[in-house]
């Protein structure tokens, strides 16, 4: 069955350093998305993205998050400088299409980022 | 802002019961319903969607949606120890990608032997 995977499964960085997270959406899909979870929190919407460029976006991404689709497989987000508080998990989502009928999202097994 | 509010549990209920998960929301315009189940360190998994007043079912699982109230639930029927999980209800409000949900806290269910 086809999956959205995503690496790394966990990554230990240090505070102020550039963290890449890379997803690889389902092949056929055309919407991608990222989501965010701290530990114990909710899932938190981050970006949207369709046709190569930014939908729809949350407080959260600010100017410190970038997103990137570099190839015709891959779709990263990018957290340029990292702080304490971007620790968390990170989701990276895909939908075929964008309606409210059959847009279900299907979630990668997330990316643990820890910034120490 | 918009919130989706859950009873963050746990809920107990014996092998067999049948779960009852809440979920109110904020947002009158909110559209699309949506019930994920997410297993400890694990990504969220969805489970059924409304969109429609009234009740849908799909196996052991019911959904119901009363937008008057602005309120969702989910019936898990004949419970089961692998449903033991936590049950996020998500909301899109519509007028945007329907992809941008936004969740509850979650419900933990524990179903005993």
């Known amino acids: 069955e086809p999956e959205v995977t995503q690496t790394p499964s966990h990554q230990v960085t240090q505070m102020g350093q550039e963290v890449i997270l890379r997803c690889v959406p389902i092949?056929?899909?055309?919407?991608f998305y990222w989501y965010r979870q701290i530990l114990g929190q909710k899932v938190e919407f981050l970006v949207s993205?369709?046709?190569?460029?930014?939908?729809?976006k949350s407080e959260i991404f600010d100017d410190q998050f970038s997103v990137e689709r570099p190839d015709g497989s891959n779709f990263t987000l990018k957290i340029r400088s990292t702080k304490l508080e971007d620790s968390a998990m990170y989701f990276c989502?895909?939908?075929?299409?964008?309606?409210?009928?059959?847009?279900?999202?299907?979630f990668g097994e997330g990316s643990r980022l820890t910034v120490l | 802002q918009k919130e989706v509010e859950q009873n963050s549990g746990p809920l107990s209920v014996p092998e067999g019961a049948i779960a009852s998960l809440n979920c109110t929301y904020s947002?009158?315009?909110?559209?699309?319903f949506f019930w994920y189940r997410q297993y400890s360190g694990k990504s969220p998994e969805l489970i059924m969607f409304?969109?429609?007043?009234g009740d849908k079912e799909d196996g052991r699982f019911t959904a119901q949606l009363n937008k008057a109230s602005q309120y969702v639930s989910l019936l898990i029927r004949d419970s089961q120890p692998s449903d033991s999980a936590t049950y996020l209800c998500?909301?899109?409000?519509?007028?945007?990608?329907?992809?941008?949900?936004?969740f509850g806290q979650g419900t933990i269910l524990t179903v005993h032997p």
């Open positions: 989502a895909s939908s075929e299409v964008d309606r409210e009928d059959t847009g279900e999202l299907f």
């Open positions: 092949s056929n899909h055309l919407y």
């Open positions: 993205f369709y046709n190569n460029e930014i939908s729809e």
């Open positions: 947002d009158r315009g909110s559209q699309s």
């Open positions: 409304i969109y429609s007043n």
């Open positions: 998500a909301v899109n409000a519509g007028g945007t990608s329907y992809g941008k949900l936004t």
